[in-house]
């Protein structure tokens, strides 16, 4: 897979092969790139094989801990958090794969197509199919690492089951969000501002700057950005300016101090606390782990 920026907000691109178009693999913890707001053009499904932790989409908070299924649709603004020893079966796939199924099963991509009308995000864990939706997981995973005779229809065989299970079972009528629903207008505002603050990470932004890029009131901005990123876009900043400090530390010479007014931190205390907050080692120990 290989990252890039849209106008406004990264997009995570996936190059897979046209006759096997699925990226199945087990990730441990998240890193920051996912602890950003971003998006895909393919579907996502989440196994959550231990841990805990919380994700951010289309401005929900979904908490989700060992056993859980999540499903991320193409084009949802989401970003990940892990609150404790995380380990994810992460199974991405190119929803063109299945158009040939839509002739006989129009419903077979409704898990996504209807998500937020029919399905959540999060997979009801007390539903009594979800043993079995995990079984089949389990069993695509075997098959893609084993790659024995035909494991290719064997993946398909259990993609294509795993959703039908999914619209029979976990379909929800009437379904009504909880939380305020943010319509199109407001999510591309907040892209329009992450894309900014990307681009100008290392600028002394003020919430009054931010907001009227936008041209919002900083208080209805702040709500707005809360609900979609699940935090403050001051807090929001700080995490980018970290990534690339991270970046800087590891793959250049410069010193600590240099990286850290680089990265928009006009005090080194500030830095190294900030940096030891987030990371859990100072920025000195950390560049040394990294020296060659």
Request: proline residues 3%.
């Amino acid at each position: 897979m290989t990252f890039s920026n849209t106008r406004d907000i990264p997009k995570e691109k996936f190059k897979m092969a046209k006759q096997y178009p699925i990226y199945v693999a087990d990730t441990e913890g998240v890193n920051s790139f996912y602890q950003k707001l971003h998006w895909h053009d393919v579907l996502e499904i989440n196994l959550i094989k231990s841990g805990r932790g919380y994700y951010i989409i289309n401005g929900q908070r979904f908490e989700f801990q060992q056993d859980d299924i999540l499903l991320i649709n193409s084009n949802d603004l989401h970003c990940a958090y892990e609150t404790k020893d995380l380990v994810i079966l992460v199974i991405t796939f190119d929803a063109s794969w299945f158009l040939g199924n839509l002739r006989y099963d129009p419903e077979i991509l409704s898990p996504f197509k209807e998500m937020g009308a029919y399905f959540t995000n999060l997979l009801d864990r007390k539903q009594p199919m979800m043993d079995e939706l995990r079984s089949i997981l389990f069993a695509l995973q075997e098959e893609h690492i084993t790659e024995r005779q035909s494991y290719s229809s064997m993946v398909y065989s259990h993609l294509l089951r795993f959703l039908a299970s999914v619209n029979r079972h976990f379909r929800m009528e009437g379904l009504v969000r909880a939380k305020e629903k943010l319509n199109t207008v407001q999510l591309e505002k907040v892209r329009t501002v992450i894309y900014a603050m990307e681009e100008r990470y290392a600028h002394a932004w003020t919430l009054e700057e931010l907001s009227g890029l936008v041209f919002l009131s900083p208080s209805r901005f702040n709500d707005i950005f809360r609900l979609v990123v699940g935090m403050a876009p001051l807090a929001y900043l700080i995490h980018i300016r970290l990534e690339h400090a991270v970046m800087l530390l590891e793959t250049t010479t410069m010193k600590v101090t240099e990286v850290a007014h680089e990265c928009g931190f006009h005090t080194l205390s500030n830095f190294n606390r900030l940096f030891k907050k987030h990371l859990g080692v100072s920025p000195r120990v950390f560049k040394s782990w990294n020296v060659k």
